[in-house]
């Protein structure tokens, strides 16, 4: 531990928000840290790139280094370092312009950037210099899916030689473990890795280098972000391929339910919204949904529910099958509204659903964080048909907006929704398990009954609205495994 005694957290992630987003990573690292940093025992910095979308927001950033190098084959590779003083923490970004000043932080609609397996190698060793470079000796590096897995091969398998990460331990997080980072068996040379790592115990994984399982196999720990996904990935179903080596290190694999933050998602402040409530008073999400239907040229229909989805259009958000069960859906009396960006197939998909249900079919292709807000206040029920989901925080947001969540029986879905039962009156939205349509179809059609139907309307927007997914706890659990990973014998790196 650190001179002070204190239990000394680095975050590796490739985003943050406020910073830099593209899903929930982005919220997970953002707020876990605000909320570790509360407790005095525990200090934390996050090391992140500075991409463009950072340098965009024109935030006061410090210099802190102006050149730092770290070995590349064939050169030394320079970047500087900012910093930004967060809420009760410190953020490092590691700037290359050629690496990071981009438009999109990994891939383009049309696809992924090719050059990624050198640039997230690259902020991962730049990261673990920055550190030597601020003699800041971990006591924990936490790191946060493949971007940042590569940190971890190094640290085993290139070391430092002054011995500077002695004693430091590493766990990593998987937050959707279908990200793995592959590329060609030649990248390895290229980004000053060795060689004999390309072997199944190590980094291969069917002929490619995979990082991800840099992560898996080299750290002290491994948590994903809920329980049941934690048991989902160590089956062939949802394991990836990987589920062997899950299995494997099953005794050092934990499953951490993600929160929210309530200070920043709080329908009773949050400066997005037309108007504000309260549990108590819920006369404000009536306006916010008057502006929602607003916003989608809908006229402003008192009683035809509305029924929202934010997402990034990926293949994990179940797309595909909403698609397939429009038809049926949009026969019944209510609005769909869609906000998301991602795969262009997925758009495309979308714009052609929308050609055929102008009236009824709300949709915006964009990364748009307001209108985000707008739909989790505005609308009555959400929508998640994801194929997979290893926690969801839109299912969260939505409940603690009082909008009743319908989503697929999966992964951190499982625990946060809970069927409505109308002879309890207990339940806080609807599921479904079968990923067809008849299922998801069903599942509206059951939320649909109750619908501005008392008593239980009330009771369910109220069970939502009391639900408690605050960060609180799960910190507490991230600190509780840090105690116990500093319990563990100290690892050398050399
Ligand atoms: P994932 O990380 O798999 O995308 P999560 O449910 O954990 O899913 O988190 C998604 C986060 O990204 C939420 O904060 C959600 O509001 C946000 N988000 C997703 N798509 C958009 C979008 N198009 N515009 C604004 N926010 C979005
Ligand atoms: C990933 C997952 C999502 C999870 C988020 C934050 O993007 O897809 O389910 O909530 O990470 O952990």
Redesign the pocket.
Known sequence: MNPENRIRVVFLTPEMAPLA?T???A?VTGALPRYLARNPEVEVAVIMPLHREVRKKNLPLKPVFEQLTVDWPGQEKAFSVREFQADGFRVYLIDNNRLFDRDYLYSRPEGDYPDNGERFAFFSLAALKTLQALSLKPDIIHAHDWQSAPAFAYLRHRPAADGFFDGTRLLFTIH?LAYQGLFPPDLLGRVGLPGHLFNPEDLEFYGQVNFLKAGLLYSDAISTVSPTYSREIQTAEFGCGLEGVLRKRSERLFGILNGIDYQDWNPETDPALPAHYSPGNLAGKSVCRLELLRHFNFSPDPVRPVVGM???LAG?KGFDLLVRSLDQLLKKELYLVI???GEIEIQNLLVEAWRKYPDRLGLKI????RL?RLIYAGSDFFLIPSRYEP????QM?SLRYGTVPVVRSTGGLKDTVFEFNPATLEGNGFLFQEYQTGPLVEAVSRALTFYRREPFWSRLVENGLGSNFSWEKSAEDYLNLYRQMLSWPAARFS
């Open positions: 987003k899903g929930g990573l919220d959707n934010v997402s990034r994990q906000l998301g960006t964009a990364f748009d964080d985000a926690c969801g925080l839109t947001y």
